[in-house]
């Protein structure tokens, strides 16, 4: 499913305002801001865990322009519409089973 390189890996929705962050992810701005925020130690990639060099985010103009066409592409295919606002089943983020987290509580 072409959508799937669309979605947060932290919401596992499509997503809006897709920024990269320092571990090279792509994720949603407001959910990676969240995730931040959470994070004691400094800034943590949700995916690894692993600490982030810095907490600057860049906007993914390649994936915001990849929605947008998607989403142009399926305007008028019968249950195409619903594709692109539901919540996709994914893996949860990798997170450490041992308490060893860097970060205080996971992200909504």
Known sequence: DAFSLCVCPITHEVMRE???AADGMTYELEAIR???????NGPTS???NQPMATDV???NH???SLISTLLD???????????????????PCKRPSSGA??????AD
């Open 73 to 91: 592409v399926t305007k008028g295919v019968p249950g195409a519409s619903s594709t692109a606002t539901t919540t996709v089943a994914h893996q």
């Open 57 to 59: 985010l860049f906007p």
């Open 34 to 40: 969240r995730w931040m925020m959470t994070c004691e």
């Open 46 to 48: 949700p995916i690894t």
């Open 101 to 106: 987290s860097k970060c205080s509580r996971e």
């Open 18 to 20: 897709p920024v990269v």
């Open 62 to 64: 390649a994936i915001r």
